[in-house]
C-alpha cells in the first residue's frame, strides 16, 4: 500500500487576463492571503515613492511599504482581520482607509485617492465596496465569519453545518452527506489552520466530515472555494474549504456559554405513540429522551501589547438521551415451531411435529431455546411488541440510555517576533466517547444481551507558520503541522460476551423470516476494530516582488499514513438445511398443503434455527506480523503510507493599472 507520488510532471497553467491588481498563489491550504493596492491622484494618475502602512486594527502589527513605479504596493502574507492603509507623501494630505476587512485565502485590493495638501491634513475613508475590491483572483469563493456563522439555526456546534445552504452544496439527508458543484466528495479538501481534519481513509466515500470538525465558538471564519481555483491551491482538492482559529488580540475578550436542549421542551412522535404502551404514571407513550449539555468558555488577549496574544477556548458536550430501537423477533408461536402461512397466516403447521412423523430430530436446540427465551423475556421488561405483515414475526420497539462525552480544548497563539517575522501556531483536541456507539449499530440487541461497544477517539490537529520579510521585495511563509489521532471501535468486545451462546455468534437473521422481516440476531457484531489515518505537512512559500512582477514559488511534502487494526472474536454459525439431508425433503406441499414455494424454503429455514442444523462456521484466519503463519481469529494490523512532493512557481505581471497577467506550474 506504500507509495510515492511526485506532481513534478503535473503542469497546471493558468492564464488570466483580469482588471486590477493580479493574485499571487498560495500554498495548499494557507490562510494568509495578501492586500495590494493602488495610489492614484484625484485625476486618477500613478503616485510613486509613497510611504504605506498596512495595520491590523486588532492586534496593532504593522507593515511599511513604498508604492512602486506605477503606484502600486503590495502585503503579502497577512492574517485575515480588520486592517488600516495609511499613505504619506509631501504635498498631498495623509490618506487613510480604515475598516479593510480581509478574509482567509481571498486577496483584497484597494484603490487610495490622495489630495493635494499638506501631510499634517488627513483625509479618512471607511472601506466600502467602492475601494475594497476582490477581483485578483480567478476563484469563485465565500467568506463567512464566526459571527455570521454562530447566528444561523443550528442544531449542531459542528461549523461545517453552517455551510450547506451556500450556492452549490447538494445536501441529501445528513449535511455529513453533502457534495459540492456536482462533484464527487473526495474533490472536498476540509482544512483547519492549514491542516487536514478530514478521515483521509474514507475521504471517497465520506468526504463531507471532519474527523475533528471546527466549533463555532472557536471559528474566525471560514472560505469556501467551490470552482477557478489556481495551481498552487488545488493539490489535495477542487473544493477548498478553510477554517480558521480564532485569535487573541490587544484587547482582553471572553465569553462563557451554555446550550441546553431537552426532551421535555418537545412533542412526542407519531410512532412512539403508535408502538410503544403507555406509560402508568402519565398515560401516555414516553418521549425519547434527547438532552444535550453543552458548556464552554472562551478567553483571549495580548501577552504583551502588539507582541503576543493568545486564545483559548474548552468546550464539552454531554448527552444523556436515548434512542429508539426496532427489533424484528419470532411470535411466541414460532419460536416453539409452529408455522403460519397463507393470507394473515391462516394456515399452521408445526414442524417439529412434522420432523417427529418423519423420524428426524422434533427439539428446539437448548442453546437457541435459551435464547429465543431471553428474547421473549426482553419484551416483558420494556417497550412494546406490534404485528407485522409477515405472520412468523414482530417488531419490539424499546428504548436504549445512550450517552456522550467530548471534551475539546483549542488554542491558538501569535508572537511577533520582530518586525519582520512574525510566529503563530495553534493546536486542537478532541476526545470522543460515545457509549454505545449509535454511528455504527452497537447498541445493544435487546435489553438484557451482553454484546454493546462504544466508540473512543482521540482527534488533534496542530499548525505552526513562521512569516518573514527579507528587504524590501522578498516575503516567506514556512508552515509544519499534522492531524491524526486514533477510533476504537467496541474495545470492549471481549469473548465472555457470548458465553451465553457456547463461545459463537448465532445468525438468526440470514435464517428467517424472508425478506423485511429478517430476525435482529442476539448479538449484532463479532468482532473488533481500530484505525488512525494521519497526515503531515511540511511546505514553504516565497515571494518575490520585481518591479510589476509578483512572482512566488515554493514546495509542499504531504505525508499521509494509515493503520487497520481488526480482529474477529467468536466464529458466526448459520443454519439451513443441505438438499442432501433427509429432512430437506419432509417440508413439502403434502406436509404444508397450500404453500408456496417460497413459504417451504422459510419453514426449512425455520426448522433448520429451531433444531440448531449449523451448515456452515465462518470466521477470519488472519496473517500474523512476521508474515509466516496464519491465526485462526487472529489480530491483523495492516499499515500504508503515501508521500507525495510538489513544486510550484506563479508570476502576476501588472502590465499596467488595468490590466494583469497571472501565470503560473505547478
Given at each position: 500500500?506504500?507509495?510515492?507520488?511526485t506532481n513534478?510532471g503535473?503542469?497546471?497553467?493558468v492564464?488570466a487576463?483580469?482588471?486590477?491588481?493580479?493574485?499571487?498563489?498560495?500554498?495548499q491550504?494557507?490562510?494568509?492571503?495578501t492586500l495590494?493596492?493602488?495610489?492614484?491622484?484625484?485625476d486618477g494618475?500613478?503616485?510613486p515613492g509613497a510611504?504605506?502602512?498596512?495595520?491590523?486594527n486588532?492586534t496593532g502589527?504593522?507593515?511599511?511599504?513604498v508604492?512602486?513605479?506605477?503606484?502600486?504596493?503590495?502585503?503579502?502574507n497577512?492574517?485575515s482581520?480588520?486592517?488600516?492603509?495609511?499613505?504619506?507623501?509631501?504635498?498631498f494630505?495623509?490618506?487613510?482607509?480604515e475598516?479593510?476587512?480581509?478574509?482567509?485565502?481571498?486577496p483584497?485590493?484597494?484603490?487610495v485617492?490622495?489630495?493635494?495638501?499638506?501631510?499634517?491634513?488627513?483625509?479618512?475613508?471607511?472601506?466600502?465596496?467602492?475601494?475594497?475590491?476582490?477581483?485578483?483572483?480567478p476563484?469563485?469563493?465565500?467568506?463567512?465569519?464566526?459571527q455570521?456563522?454562530?447566528?444561523l439555526?443550528?442544531?449542531?456546534?459542528?461549523a461545517?453545518?453552517s455551510?450547506?445552504?451556500?450556492?452549490?452544496?447538494?445536501?441529501s439527508?445528513?449535511?455529513?452527506?453533502?457534495?459540492?458543484?456536482?462533484?464527487?466528495?473526495?474533490?472536498?479538501?476540509?482544512?483547519l489552520?492549514?491542516m487536514?481534519?478530514?478521515?483521509?481513509?474514507?475521504?471517497t466515500?465520506?468526504?463531507?466530515f471532519?474527523?475533528?470538525?471546527?466549533?463555532?465558538d472557536?471559528?474566525?471564519?471560514?472560505?469556501v472555494?467551490?470552482?477557478?481555483?489556481?495551481?498552487?491551491a488545488?493539490g489535495?482538492?477542487?473544493v477548498e474549504?478553510?477554517?480558521?482559529?480564532k485569535?487573541g488580540?490587544?484587547?482582553?475578550v471572553g465569553?462563557?456559554?451554555?446550550?441546553?436542549?431537552h426532551?421535555?421542551?418537545?412533542?412526542?412522535?407519531?410512532?412512539?405513540?403508535?408502538?410503544?404502551?403507555?406509560?402508568?404514571?402519565?398515560?401516555?407513550?414516553?418521549k425519547?429522551q434527547?438532552?444535550?449539555?453543552?458548556?464552554?468558555?472562551?478567553?483571549?488577549?495580548?501577552i504583551?501589547?502588539?507582541?503576543a496574544?493568545?486564545?483559548?477556548n474548552?468546550?464539552?458536550?454531554?448527552?444523556?438521551?436515548?434512542?429508539?430501537?426496532?427489533?424484528v423477533?419470532?411470535?411466541?408461536?414460532?419460536?416453539s415451531?409452529?408455522?403460519s402461512?397463507?393470507?394473515?397466516?391462516?394456515l399452521q403447521?408445526n414442524?417439529?411435529?412434522?420432523a417427529?412423523?418423519?423420524?428426524?430430530?422434533?427439539?428446539?436446540?437448548?442453546?437457541v431455546a435459551?435464547?429465543?427465551?431471553?428474547?421473549?423475556?426482553?419484551?416483558?421488561?420494556?417497550?412494546?411488541?406490534?404485528?407485522l405483515?409477515?405472520?412468523?414475526?414482530?417488531?419490539?420497539?424499546w428504548s436504549?440510555?445512550?450517552?456522550?462525552?467530548?471534551?475539546s480544548?483549542?488554542?491558538r497563539?501569535?508572537?511577533?517576533?520582530?518586525?519582520?517575522?512574525?510566529?503563530n501556531?495553534?493546536?486542537n483536541?478532541r476526545?470522543?466517547?460515545?457509549?454505545?456507539?449509535?454511528?455504527n449499530?452497537?447498541?445493544?440487541p435487546?435489553?438484557?444481551?451482553?454484546?454493546?461497544?462504544s466508540?473512543?477517539?482521540?482527534r488533534?490537529?496542530?499548525?505552526?507558520?513562521l512569516?518573514?520579510?527579507?528587504?524590501?521585495?522578498?516575503f516567506?511563509?514556512?508552515?509544519?503541522?499534522?492531524?491524526g489521532?486514533a477510533?476504537?471501535?467496541?474495545p470492549?468486545?471481549?469473548?465472555?460476551?457470548?458465553?451465553d451462546t457456547?463461545?459463537?455468534?448465532?445468525?438468526?437473521?440470514?435464517?428467517?423470516?424472508?425478506?423485511?422481516?429478517?430476525l435482529?440476531?442476539?448479538s449484532?457484531?463479532?468482532?473488533?476494530?481500530?484505525?488512525?489515518a494521519?497526515t503531515k505537512v511540511?511546505?514553504?512559500?516565497t515571494?518575490?516582488?520585481?518591479?510589476?512582477?509578483?512572482?512566488?514559488?515554493?514546495?509542499?511534502?504531504?505525508?499521509?499514513?494509515?493503520?487497520?487494526?481488526?480482529?474477529?472474536?467468536?466464529?458466526?454459525?448459520?443454519f439451513?438445511?443441505?438438499p442432501?439431508?433427509?429432512?430437506?425433503?419432509?417440508?413439502?406441499a403434502?406436509s404444508?398443503?397450500?404453500?408456496?414455494a417460497?413459504?417451504?424454503?422459510?419453514?426449512?429455514?425455520?426448522?433448520?434455527?429451531?433444531?440448531?442444523?449449523?451448515t456452515?462456521l465462518?470466521g477470519?484466519?488472519?496473517?500474523?506480523?512476521?508474515?509466516?503463519?496464519?491465526n485462526?481469529?487472529g489480530?491483523?494490523?495492516a499499515?500504508?503510507?503515501?508521500?507525495?512532493?510538489?513544486?510550484?512557481?506563479?508570476?502576476?505581471?501588472?502590465?499596467?493599472?488595468?490590466?494583469t497577467?497571472?501565470?503560473?506550474?505547478?
Open positions: 500500500m506504500s507509495g510515492f507520488r513534478l503535473r503542469v497546471f497553467l492564464l487576463l483580469i482588471l486590477g491588481i493580479g493574485a499571487p498563489a498560495f500554498a491550504g494557507s490562510i494568509f492571503t495590494s493596492g493602488t495610489v492614484v491622484d484625484s494618475l500613478a503616485i510611504s504605506v502602512k498596512v495595520k491590523n486588532a502589527q504593522e507593515i511599511d511599504l508604492s512602486g513605479g506605477d503606484g502600486g504596493f503590495t502585503a503579502p497577512i492574517a482581520g480588520s486592517y488600516s492603509v495609511i499613505v504619506e507623501l509631501a504635498g494630505r495623509t490618506t487613510t482607509i475598516k479593510i476587512s480581509i478574509a482567509a485565502g481571498i483584497t485590493a484597494v484603490k485617492t490622495m489630495q493635494v495638501g499638506t501631510i499634517a491634513e488627513n483625509v479618512t475613508v471607511v472601506g466600502e465596496s467602492a475601494t475594497v475590491v476582490q477581483s485578483q483572483s476563484a469563485i469563493s465565500t467568506n463567512l465569519t464566526g455570521q456563522i454562530t447566528s439555526p443550528l442544531t449542531s456546534r459542528n461545517l453545518d455551510l450547506t445552504s451556500l450556492a452549490g452544496f447538494n445536501t439527508g445528513t449535511a455529513r452527506n453533502s457534495t459540492v458543484s456536482g462533484l464527487p466528495r473526495s474533490a472536498i479538501n476540509i482544512t489552520d492549514g487536514s481534519v478530514q478521515d483521509n481513509y474514507l475521504k466515500t465520506d468526504g463531507y471532519a474527523r475533528l470538525s471546527p466549533l463555532l472557536s471559528v474566525e471564519e471560514v472560505t472555494t467551490t470552482a477557478g481555483n489556481t495551481g498552487d488545488t489535495q482538492g477542487a474549504i478553510r477554517f480558521v482559529t485569535a488580540t490587544n484587547q482582553w465569553t462563557a456559554y451554555e446550550y441546553f436542549r426532551d421535555a421542551l418537545n412533542a412526542n412522535t407519531w410512532f412512539r405513540n403508535r408502538d410503544l404502551p403507555p406509560d402508568p404514571e402519565t398515560g401516555k407513550a414516553p425519547n434527547l438532552r444535550q449539555y453543552t458548556t464552554g468558555f472562551a478567553q483571549g488577549g495580548p504583551k501589547q502588539n507582541k496574544f493568545f486564545f483559548f474548552y468546550e464539552e458536550q454531554r448527552s444523556p438521551s436515548s434512542s429508539t430501537l426496532q427489533r423477533i419470532l411470535t411466541p408461536a414460532a419460536a415451531g409452529i408455522f402461512y397463507g393470507t394473515g397466516g391462516a403447521q414442524l417439529l411435529q412434522i417427529a412423523n418423519n423420524g428426524q430430530l422434533a427439539t428446539i436446540d437448548p442453546t435459551k435464547v429465543l427465551a431471553n428474547i421473549q423475556s426482553a419484551t416483558s421488561q420494556s417497550g412494546g411488541v406490534t404485528p405483515n409477515n405472520p412468523l414475526v414482530q417488531q419490539y420497539s436504549m440510555p445512550t450517552k456522550n462525552f467530548n471534551p480544548p483549542t488554542m497563539l501569535d508572537y511577533e517576533i520582530s518586525r519582520n517575522h512574525r510566529l501556531g495553534s493546536f483536541y476526545h470522543i466517547n460515545s457509549t454505545p456507539d449509535t454511528t449499530n452497537a447498541q445493544l435487546f435489553p438484557n444481551s451482553l454484546q454493546t461497544g466508540q473512543q477517539s482521540t488533534w490537529t496542530t499548525s505552526e507558520s512569516r518573514s520579510t527579507f528587504g524590501d521585495n522578498m516567506n511563509e514556512f508552515r509544519v503541522g499534522g492531524s489521532g477510533t476504537l471501535f467496541s470492549e468486545y471481549e469473548t465472555g460476551m457470548w458465553s457456547n463461545g459463537y455468534r448465532l445468525n438468526f437473521n440470514g435464517a428467517c423470516c424472508g425478506t423485511g422481516a429478517q435482529t440476531n442476539w449484532l457484531g463479532a468482532g473488533q476494530s481500530s484505525r488512525e494521519s511540511v511546505e514553504n512559500t515571494t518575490w516582488l520585481k518591479g510589476n512582477h509578483n512572482v512566488q514559488f515554493g514546495a509542499v511534502m504531504v505525508q499521509a499514513d494509515v493503520w487497520l487494526a481488526n480482529q474477529t472474536l467468536v466464529p458466526t454459525a448459520e439451513d438445511l443441505l442432501t439431508e433427509a429432512a430437506d425433503a419432509i417440508f413439502n403434502t404444508l398443503p397450500g404453500a408456496s417460497t413459504d417451504i424454503t422459510q419453514a426449512k429455514r425455520l426448522y433448520a434455527m429451531l433444531t440448531g442444523r449449523i456452515r465462518t477470519d484466519a488472519r496473517i500474523n506480523a512476521a508474515g509466516d503463519a496464519y485462526l481469529l489480530k491483523s494490523r499499515e500504508g503510507r503515501m508521500r507525495e512532493f510538489n513544486i510550484f512557481m506563479s508570476d502576476s505581471w501588472r502590465v499596467n493599472p488595468s490590466l497577467v497571472s501565470a503560473g506550474l505547478r
